[in-house]
Each structure stands twice: as structure tokens, then as C-alpha cells.
């Protein structure tokens, strides 16, 4: 058959439609007088269009045909022609490895090893692998019987009748199988040194673990003794030596056949510079005293496969209990975490990626992190001690340390990517990891794996999609912080028998451990994958518990948090997956009453903690933005402030435990630590959250009664802390409320308008609920509670400008527009400027001020309180800071702008900067504020309750000391240098403000 010149032939046409690359050269390959029987058959041009490469499988196939003896090539052609499994298996193999065509060429005999798959063939085992063996006696018909074996693998895998992970174990039962032929033949070789030891090799690596590559070094380990006591130790080991050296060399050496593979020792103790073959003592000596973390991670799967089985077994034995102790030694996880990034570090650049096996996303990032749970978990549940990385992943998912999804998401990518590095080595056989970068070897690789509508297109979206689900589970499980906490547990500690958490709880502090453990009972008993879950996490979380003043408290939280969040799928997975979620709550629930409170009432909550960006405070836009939706979406004003004070729960829980979680510093965010900051923080947070909540209120009334507007412009004022942005979790909100009637509106409508309005909020902010009530004070106002909730702009200013008192003014300092009409309010601001920033400064008035501080010191601090201790009114305590400063804004607010702030510590900050207090007293100051702003917070979150004056109960004091960073048994020194820093600060008082 030819081709007509300048047409295309209708197989010409044919050939491009089943796939090949090269039709001209192909017809060619058809004309030849061998393939006549064969170059019309459209059953052969279908099978052939079905293989990876029908070009390579062509010419693979005439090379075979050529190879054959007359009368054995018609035999072929016929079975192939009338046989479709046969067909497939052999069309398959030689479009997919051109080295196994080369194979069949030189053996053209071999093809009959693909003739009949019996029912015990389709997935032999070393057995079978032995006896395909059986017949070679040398180094070359070793390679030979090798290679024909490997045939039958390939045949089975590339049609299927073979999984990825059932190829890869026939692989290393096939290297089982020619481990034992070869030290067969070794010994043969040498019957004297075969005669004076015993010799047991151990297979590591993926051979151990029944997850071999089609070209894979094959690294063992030996392990030799006396064969009897008549032969000495030294002998023993050097005739082990021999053979040894000798196996290595039938396996690894190149002959006319080729390679098999190579044998690689380099595993044993001390590599390559340590002995070929130890005894077992030998052995066990150096990994009892010297093996470094990485030693213990091969060791994993350590497997003996050939050579004397009762040695080998004694080897297994002898170090699995090492194995299993690995992850107690110090800084275990975070050195498998180097080992893996060493390893991504001297990738060469030019190949990182292409590098399938070794690079970011790839088979090292699946198997580094499957061995790194069961190295930690494994200490105590046998299921997970498995050398296959896929049962291993399986057992771990069935035991609840991953997450059934992740599991069943990483096992996918990890068939995809092994099933890649197959079909890559099966080409040539050769080693190699690298994705090839050729058009056509690209092709060939795609359509092996059944991509088939655009091959290399969708070979690179795949293997990228698979890359990036590898990497990104990688980082949520090799970096787990749990698995840390875990390793460092004793080995007792990571099983929740009776004995012995009873005993671990009294160690840890449990004050009544029978309670406790009852908690643990509940929590952890069945065999449900929840109760699974519990039992990973609970020895860790017991350990956190106890680093605070009471454990109890927060394993009752933890299980009261449980109990509510039972039957919601996402709860224990967070804990188990999400970054430090778990150590975050145990953090919470065991720092006082105030953040589990909170989260009791919407545990959901929970979910913040394995955020990253989930203890980061929110602004007062996303928050005003998310109440006044709610608001918006709710029937009636009543249940449109219960949303808002929803949100204000969920927001203060927020605060509260990223106070109580930064208080305890962290290695990624030292500034965390900075007191300064917390305290800035928490008071602009629940400032910028308060102000929302009643903008969300104001919004709910004004709908409620008057539709869309209000009839007169309205506006809150924010006064003290809440105007200096400096409110603590328990805070009322100061207020002045102003309103303003626009042009046309009645007075007399608008003041009554503005009137229910005030009371409404009110009421609506306090209704008894199970959120926290936010109380609204407007004793600030002109008259105090004599005077009207509500006032005019106009009123305002005629009463400051005729009966404003010093005090007064001062108050105005704090003052700053909340909520309600922003224009109404900046012009509030521009009325009181110049009586709290006066032009002439004060003069008088100073000793007014001075006098009205003295009389509030002896007339307001409560009966029998310590003055040294009190953080608001007691000696260096808020109120003198912030008298100090309030009177160097009112004398030269007017002169320096800086000073014209609602802030304490940025006043502070800007009279230091302005010469008018000194660097040295600047701090002392500040220092005592944010010392005494700490103190207020952490009784609060500590008791559930405000409070001015440190605990007096034990626990609670404990609690408190261990919020501000003080060890347990370091309350003394707490309250001492409390003592100290804010006597400093009424010294600096002392001078600044009375002139002393």
C-alpha cells in the first residue's frame, strides 16, 4: 500500500484520527511485508489508537514481529489478532515503555508472559515472583527474568487491571522476590561465607513500605550473626560482609541486560561510613545512643524481606519500639519539619518545578507528612504503625487524627502523582522525578493516564490542581501545632486510662480530679469518631488547662462548649486542623468567667479561634455596617437591638479572648506582648463596638416610630472613657445626647422626638437577655441628673457660656461624636473647644481643679479599700494619671494641637513631645496607666464582673497575676510591683499636678 503523493490516503486519515503523531512514517511501518497480515486490520489501528503513544506502539510491535522466526510470527499476529486481552496488554506496554519494547525485542519469546492472566496472576506475590525467578543463575539471566516479570507488572498496570498502589506493591514484592534470587546466588558463589553466618536484609524505603517505583533505588539495610557459636563474631560479620557486597553488585552492576537497580545501604547507621553489615546488638547500640530524628523516621518502614527470617524479625522487634519513642525525643517535630525544608532547599533552581517527587506540592510533601502523625500519634494506637503511606492515611482518617475529607482529597492527589511518576519511569526505566518538558513526551504521559481530549493541557491543569491540594494540606498537618503539644506528652500521657489520668491530673494541679475525670468520660468514651477526636486532643488540652490558675474551670468549659457543639461537624476539626484553635481555646476557657460566659452563649463563636484573622479586631465601619444590616432585616425594634446586641456578644468575645491569647505572647507576634498595646487595643475595640451598637439602636427606634428620618437631627456625644476610646469590657457608656430641629421642623415636635428617642435606647440597650446589657450614663450633661436627658445645640451653648463650672469643662476634654448625625456633632465640637482648650489657659481654676481632685480622693475611694491598691481612685492610680493630664491640656491645649486629643496615653505622649513633662515622667505615667488600665481589665475577665481593687479570693487573684504575666506562685511580686510602679506615679503626680 502507497500513499498517493499531494492526497492524503485514506489510512494516512485513519492513523491521524486514532491519535498518531507521525501517519506518514507509521504507513510506512504498515507497508513492511512482516505486517501484511495485520496493515488493513481495523481492530489493530483501534487498539493502537488507544495506547499512550500509538506511534511508539507501532514501531515497538514490528520490531517484535521482525524479531520472530517465521512460522512463531504468525502465531503472533494471529493471537494478537483474535486475542483482545492479549492486544491490549502488549499494544499497551509498548506504547507506554520503549524500554520494555527494546526488552521484547532482544527476548521476542517474552510476549507469551501476556498470553493468559490466570485468576491467581492477576496480583501475584513474592511467591509467584520467586518461581518467574526460579531459573536464573547468574547476574544475567537474573536481569532477564527480571525484566519479564516486570512486564507482567507493567501489562496490568497500564490496562488497568492494577491500582497505582497494587503496581507499586508487586514492584517491591518483584524486588523481594530478586533480593532473594540474588543472595541466592551470592551464596552459591561463596558456600564457605554463605556456611558461617546468618544474614538478614531489611528493606527501607519505599520497598519496605510495599510502595516501590518501576526505577527506584532499593535501599536496605543488613544484619549479620554467627551462623553457630563455633564461628566467632568477627568472622561472622565480614563473611556477611561478602555477601552483602556481592548482592549489592548482581542487583546494581550494568551488564549486556542492563541494570536491575541499585541496592543502597546508605540507611545504615552512620551511612556510608559505618560498616556494610552490624550484628543485631551492634545495631541497637548505636540507635540507643547516637541515631539522629531522621533515623527512626526510615526506620518506620523497615521490613526484612530476605536472607535468614527469624534474624530478621528479631531486627524488627528489636527496633520498633524506638521507632515508636522517636517523637518524645526533644525538638522532634520541629526537626522533621527542617529535614523536609533542607530538602526543598536544595532542589536546584532549574528543576523545582518539574520535580515531581522532591518540590513544593509533590510526593515528599504527602509522605513527610503522613510519617509525622503516625511518628507522634502512633506512640499509642497500633492501627497507624503501617510502611504504606496509603493505608497509613487510611488509619489515620479512620482514627479521627485527619479529617475524612483531607484524607480522602490528599490520598487522591497522592495516587495522581505516583501514577505520574510511573508512567515517566516506565518509558526508559530510568530513574527520574522530573516531568518532562518535550511536546511529545508530555503527550504520551497524559494520554497514559487518560487524558485524551487535549493531553498536555489537561496533564498540567491535574497535576497542578493535585500539586496545590498536596501543598496546601501539607501546611495544615506538617505544620499542625498540635502535633508538637502531642509529642511532648510522656508516654503514659497520650492515652486517657483511669489510673493514669487520675494521676496526671493531681501532678497538673486538677483541684478535684475526680470531677474531672468524670469530664473526660464524657467527653471521650465510644467508639465514635467524635469520642476519637477527643481522645487525640484531650491530653494536650489537659496541659494548657494547667497552665492557668484553675485547670477545673477550663476543662469544665471545654466540656460544656462540647456538649453544645456535639452534632456540629466543623467543631473538633477546627480544634484537631486550624492552626493553634485548640491551644487558643483552652487558653479562654481557662481564664476566668467573662470569654466562656460569652462563648457559652454562642459557641459557634469557637470558630474565631482558628482564624488567623479572627482575633483581629474589626473597625467601627464593618462593625455600624454589619448592625445596622441586622437591624435592618429584623421585625420590630426590640428585635432589632437584640441583633445588634448579638453582634456586640459575638465582638466582645472577640476582644476578650485576643486580649487573653496576646496576653500570653507569642513567638510570631512579640509586639503582642507590648502591655501598651493590649490595653489600646481592647479600648478601641470595645469603644468602636459600643458606638456601633448604639448607632444600630438608634436605627431601630427611629424605624420603629417614625419610618425612615427622624423628625430633628440627632446626635450621641461620647464622654469619659467611652469618648477617649478607652472603655474595658464592663464599661458603661457615657453620653451626652443633642439634637437640632432643621428648618421647618415644629420645636416642640422635635425635642419630645428626640426625648423618646433617648428613653427608647435606653430601655431597648438594658431588656433583660442573655447578652450583655449595655447601660447608657448621661450624668455628664449640664445639670447632671437634675438636668434634661436631651438638649439643643443651642441650649448647650447658652448654658456653658452662663453656668459651665471648671469641671465641666474638663469632662469636654473626653468628648467625641458617636453615633448619629456626624454633622450635628463636629459642630458640637467646634462649641466646646474653647472652653476644654481655653485661650488664656487656666488660672483660678487650677486650684479649683486641684481641689475638687483632693476632695474626690478622701470622699469617693470606698470604705476600707487599700488606697495603694485601688486602680481607679488609689494612689497613682487612673484617676491621678489622668487628672495630670487633663490639666496640661487645659492649660495648653489652646497653644499645642497635639494635646487636643480624647486619649490619655496620646495626650501623655504629645506633653512629653511638647517639653512640658519630661521623657522619665512620661513613662512612669504611662507605665502606671496601662498597669492599672491591665489590672481593671483582667478582673473583669477573670470574675464576670467589674472590679477596682485586685481579688481577694486565692484563685481568682491567681487568675488575675497570671493575665498580667506572672508565674504561678508569683502573686506577691505582682501586687509589689503594682505597689511600685504607681508609687512612683504619684510622686510625678505629687509634683506635676499639686506643684509640690
Not at 162 to 186: F, G, K, M, S, Y
Not at 302 to 318: I, K, N, S, T
Not at 503 to 525: F, K, N, V
Request: net charge negative; glycine share 8%.
Amino acid at each position: 500500500m502507497t500513499s498517493v503523493p499531494g492526497r492524503r490516503s485514506s489510512t494516512f486519515t485513519r492513523l491521524l484520527r486514532h491519535g498518531f503523531t507521525h501517519p506518514a512514517a507509521a504507513e510506512r511501518l504498515l507497508d513492511l511485508p512482516e505486517m501484511a497480515p495485520v496493515r488493513t486490520d481495523s481492530v489493530l489501528l483501534d487498539a493502537l489508537g488507544a495506547t499512550a503513544d500509538p506511534d511508539l506502539a507501532l514501531r515497538g510491535l514490528v520490531r517484535l514481529v521482525e524479531a520472530q522466526q517465521p512460522d512463531e510470527r504468525q502465531v503472533l499476529l494471529d493471537t494478537l489478532l483474535s486475542a483482545k486481552p492479549l492486544r491490549d496488554r502488549l499494544l499497551g506496554v509498548l506504547g507506554a515503555s520503549e524500554a520494555l519494547g527494546d526488552h521484547l525485542a532482544r527476548h521476542p519469546h517474552d510476549w507469551q508472559a501476556l498470553v493468559m492472566y490466570e485468576a491467581s496472576d492477576l496480583h501475584p506475590g513474592v511467591d509467584d515472583f520467586e518461581r518467574g525467578l526460579a531459573e536464573a543463575t547468574d547476574p544475567v539471566s537474573l536481569r532477564v527474568a527480571y525484566r519479564r516479570c516486570l512486564l507482567s507488572i507493567a501489562a496490568r498496570d497500564v490496562c488497568g487491571t492494577t491500582d497505582v498502589a497494587q503496581t507499586a506493591a508487586e514492584l517491591a514484592d518483584l524486588a523481594t522476590a530478586t533480593l532473594r534470587a540474588a543472595l541466592a546466588i551470592a551464596r552459591t558463589d561463596a558456600p564457605e561465607d554463605a556456611a558461617a553466618c546468618r544474614l538478614a536484609v531489611i528493606a527501607m524505603g519505599k520497598c519496605g513500605g510495599h510502595e516501590l517505583n518501576y526505577v527506584s533505588d532499593v535501599d536496605v539495610i543488613f544484619v549479620g550473626e554467627q551462623a553457630s557459636e563455633s564461628v566467632d563474631e568477627s568472622t561472622a560479620v565480614k563473611a556477611a560482609t561478602r555477601l552483602a557486597s556481592h548482592l549489592m553488585r548482581i542487583c546494581s552492576e550494568t551488564t549486556v541486560e542492563g541494570a536491575i537497580w541499585p541496592v543502597d545501604a546508605n540507611l545504615r547507621p552512620e551511612g556510608r561510613n559505618g560498616p556494610l553489615v552490624r550484628t543485631l546488638s551492634s545495631h541497637l547500640a548505636y540507635y540507643q545512643r547516637w541515631a539522629k530524628t531522621w533515623e527512626f523516621q526510615a526506620l518506620l518502614k523497615a521490613r526484612p524481606v530476605a536472607g535468614d527470617p527469624d534474624l530478621g524479625a528479631e531486627y524488627v522487634e528489636a527496633v520498633s519500639p524506638l521507632v515508636w519513642q522517636a517523637a518524645e525525643r526533644e525538638n522532634f517535630v520541629p526537626d522533621v519539619q527542617k529535614m523536609r525544608r533542607r530538602v526543598v532547599d536544595n532542589i536546584p533552581v532549574a528543576h523545582i518545578d518539574r520535580e515531581l517527587k522532591l518540590g513544593p506540592g509533590g510526593l515528599r510533601d504527602v509522605e513527610f507528612a503522613v510519617q509525622l502523625l503516625q511518628l507522634v500519634h502512633g506512640r499509642s494506637d497500633p492501627t497507624l504503625r503501617s510502611g504504606s503511606t496509603l493505608e497509613a492515611l487510611r488509619a489515620l482518617a479512620a482514627g479521627g487524627y485527619v479529617g475524612r475529607a483531607d484524607a480522602a482529597q490528599l490520598g487522591e492527589a497522592y495516587r495522581f502523582l505516583r501514577s505520574m511518576e510511573h508512567r515517566i519511569q516506565l518509558y526508559r526505566l530510568r530513574r527520574t522525578h522530573l516531568v518532562p518538558e518535550g511536546e511529545e513526551d508530555l503527550r504520551r504521559l497524559g494520554r497514559s493516564l487518560g487524558l485524551r481530549a487535549d493531553p498536555v493541557a489537561e496533564l498540567d491543569k491535574e497535576w497542578r490542581r493535585h500539586g496545590s491540594v498536596v501543598r496546601r494540606l501539607h501546611e495544615k498537618l506538617f505544620y499542625r501545632p498540635l502535633l508538637d503539644a502531642v509529642a511532648q506528652l510522656a508516654p503514659g500521657e497520650t492515652r486517657l486510662s483511669t489510673q493514669a489520668a487520675r494521676q496526671r491530673l493531681e501532678a497538673l494541679g486538677y483541684a478535684d480530679p475526680a470531677a474531672a475525670l468524670r469530664h473526660l468520660e464524657a467527653l471521650s468514651s465510644g467508639v465514635s469518631r467524635k469520642a476519637a477526636i477527643q481522645r487525640t486532643l484531650l491530653p494536650v488540652l489537659l496541659g494548657w488547662f494547667a497552665d492557668s490558675a484553675d485547670p477545673d474551670a477550663g476543662l469544665l468549659g471545654f466540656r460544656q462548649v462540647s456538649d453544645a457543639l456535639g452534632k456540629t461537624p466543623w467543631y473538633l476539626r477546627l480544634l484537631r486542623d486550624e492552626g493553634a484553635a485548640a491551644e487558643n481555646l483552652a487558653r479562654v476557657l481557662s481564664a476566668g468567667r467573662l470569654a466562656p460566659d460569652l462563648l457559652l452563649r454562642a459557641p459557634e463563636a469557637v470558630a474565631l479561634l482558628g482564624d488567623p484573622e479572627g482575633l483581629k479586631p474589626r473597625g467601627r465601619d464593618h462593625l455600624e455596617q454589619e448592625v445596622l444590616a441586622a437591624v435592618g432585616r429584623a421585625d420590630g425594634a426590640e428585635a432589632a437591638v437584640a441583633s445588634a446586641r448579638a453582634v456586640r456578644r459575638r465582638e466582645l468575645f472577640r476582644t476578650a479572648a485576643a486580649d487573653l491569647i496576646g496576653s500570653y505572647g507569642t513567638e510570631e507576634n512579640p509586639a503582642e506582648q507590648d502591655p501598651g498595646a493590649l490595653v489600646d487595643r481592647v479600648g478601641n475595640a470595645v469603644t468602636d463596638l459600643n458606638a456601633a451598637t448604639i448607632a444600630g439602636a438608634l436605627r431601630a427606634v427611629v424605624r420603629e416610630r417614625w419610618g425612615d428620618e427622624l423628625p430633628t437631627r440627632f446626635a450621641v456625644i461620647g464622654m469619659g472613657r467611652f469618648g477617649g476610646h478607652e472603655l474595658s469590657y464592663g464599661s458603661d457608656a457615657d453620653v451626652l445626647f443633642v439634637h437640632e430641629p432643621r428648618d421647618g421642623d415644629d420645636e416642640h415636635e422635635a425635642a419630645q422626638a428626640a426625648a423618646t428617642v433617648v428613653a427608647e435606647m435606653r430601655r431597648l440597650l438594658q431588656l433583660p437577655s442573655s447578652d450583655p446589657p449595655l447601660l447608657i450614663d448621661a450624668d455628664l450633661r449640664p445639670e447632671g441628673r437634675n438636668g434634661p436627658l436631651v438638649r439643643t445645640l443651642a441650649s448647650y451653648a447658652a448654658y456653658y457660656r452662663r453656668w459651665s463650672l471648671v469641671w465641666e469643662s474638663q469632662a469636654l476634654l473626653r468628648a467625641e461624636p458617636m453615633a448619629g448625625d456626624a454633622e450635628l456633632g463636629a459642630r458640637f465640637i467646634e462649641l466646646v473647644d474653647p472652653l476644654r482648650y481655653p485661650a488664656d489657659g487656666l488660672g483660678e481654676e487650677v486650684r479649683e481643679i486641684r481641689r475638687l481632685k483632693a476632695r474626690m480622693e478622701t470622699e469617693r475611694l470606698p470604705r476600707g479599700a487599700d488606697p495603694t491598691l485601688h486602680t481607679k481612685l488609689g494612689r497613682g492610680g487612673l484617676s491621678d494619671v489622668e487628672w495630670t493630664v487633663q490639666l496640661l491640656q487645659m492649660r495648653h491645649g489652646c497653644s499645642e494641637p497635639g494635646l487636643r486629643t480624647t486619649r490619655t496615653r496620646s495626650a501623655l505622649a504629645a506633653a512629653r513631645d511638647a517639653g512640658l513633662l519630661s521623657p522619665e515622667d512620661a513613662e512612669i505615667l504611662d507605665e502606671a496607666w496601662v498597669l492599672a488600665t491591665r489590672v481593671r481589665n483582667g478582673v473583669m475577665l477573670v470574675r464576670g464582673r467589674a472590679g477596682d481593687t485586685f481579688p481577694s479570693e486565692a484563685k481568682e487573684l491567681a487568675a488575675v497575676g497570671r493575665y498580667l504575666g506572672y508565674g504561678q506562685g508569683h502573686v506577691g511580686e505582682m501586687v509589689d510591683e503594682y505597689r511600685r510602679a504607681t508609687r512612683r506615679a504619684r510622686a510625678v503626680v505629687e509634683r506635676l499636678f499639686y506643684g509640690a
